[in-house]
């Protein structure tokens, strides 16, 4: 079982957070083998296997599907109602992690090819865009991840013989520490527009850390800058406690299948649940012009299944991107 988060804590890619960017991997992995087109990374497949988790290299590789997943022994919580739930939430996760792929690739091409010169991909993971996107020339790619990470991928890439398509600069720190300085003496310079991404990352951060971290892009960021994020809103007065609940109950049931396969990442356990600022408005009052999709209207726009009995309001959830305009004081 994985230990709840606290200050200081640290991962790998089979282990705490870093396992689920491990298990993004796995999404984009199936996605690129998929027939509808939508990703093309074909270094996900390697990394999985190199991160050596057996269940997510046999997802990864296609030898099991997640409809294959066993279930755990029953226990007096299970029930044939919660148990098809959690294999329909398993592949709609997959679904998201797709579209959500997907909108970043574009966010960064449309912002590079519009001129900004410079990136930066906040908790970098598994995330290989340096080395698979047709960057314009001269583009400076920052990849800021936990050293123990941009290590690891670094490493598996070369020895992959993968070469960045881009003037890729790793930044190993902690985004809990002085990461701002880091950036800057990687060569990042503020006084040029930015195009930054938070992708798949507020949801582990505690709700005052997510503020500080958009506040600190804002400061880093010259205008014309361009963001991409997700956005989660609140649940209505009155029923968040009923919304966490079902929440944690998904990721008690998919941590469950998982663990019937030797692998239990203890989804409930990583995230930081309870009220938080919507990252779009927060980020509006802030100057930034933003636009934005929510999953549900991405699958269709993409043409994947519709999200069936979605009590979380997984569907809800936007991709949001846009443009600094606006100084803030």
Request: aromatic share 6%; proline share 6%; charged share 25%.
């Amino acid at each position: 079982m994985t230990a709840n988060r606290h200050d200081g804590d640290t991962w790998d890619l089979a282990s705490s957070v870093g396992a689920t960017a491990t298990m993004v991997a796995v999404a984009r992995a199936r996605a690129t083998r998929a027939d509808h087109g939508l990703v093309n990374d074909p270094f996900a497949e390697p990394l999985v296997r190199a991160v050596g988790v057996d269940l997510l290299t046999r997802l990864a590789t296609g030898e099991l599907n997640p409809d294959d997943l066993t279930d755990a022994p029953d226990g007096p919580t299970a029930s044939t109602e919660s148990a098809g739930l959690a294999h329909n939430i398993d592949q709609v996760l997959i679904d998201a992690a797709t579209v959500r792929t997907k909108f970043y690739d574009e966010f960064f091409l449309d912002a590079t090819n519009a001129g900004v010169g410079q990136v930066v991909i906040l908790a970098a993971g598994l995330d290989s865009r340096a080395y698979r996107l047709a960057w314009p020339t001269g583009t400076a790619v920052y990849e800021v991840d936990q050293p123990r990470v941009i290590e690891f991928k670094t490493r598996t890439l070369a020895e992959l013989g993968a070469t960045p398509t881009a003037e890729r600069r790793a930044v190993a720190v902690d985004l809990r520490d002085d990461w701002p300085t880091a950036l800057r003496t990687a060569g990042f310079d503020p006084a040029r527009p930015t195009a930054w991404s938070a992708e798949g990352l507020l949801g582990y951060l505690p709700p005052e850390a997510q503020d500080r971290l958009l506040d600190t892009v804002t400061e880093l960021s010259a205008p014309g800058s361009r963001l991409a994020t997700e956005s989660t809103p609140n649940p209505q007065p009155g029923d968040a406690d009923k919304m966490e609940d079902k929440m944690k109950e998904h990721m008690r049931r998919i941590s469950e299948r998982w663990g019937a396969h030797s692998f239990d990442p203890d989804m409930a356990a990583l995230v930081y649940f309870g009220e938080r600022n919507e990252a779009a408005p927060y980020l509006s009052e802030r100057g930034w012009a933003l636009n934005g999709a929510s999953i549900r209207e991405l699958f269709a726009a993409n043409g994947l299944a519709p999200i069936a009995d979605d009590d979380i309001g997984l569907g809800d959830t936007l991709f949001v991107s846009g443009t600094l305009e606006r100084a803030t004081t």
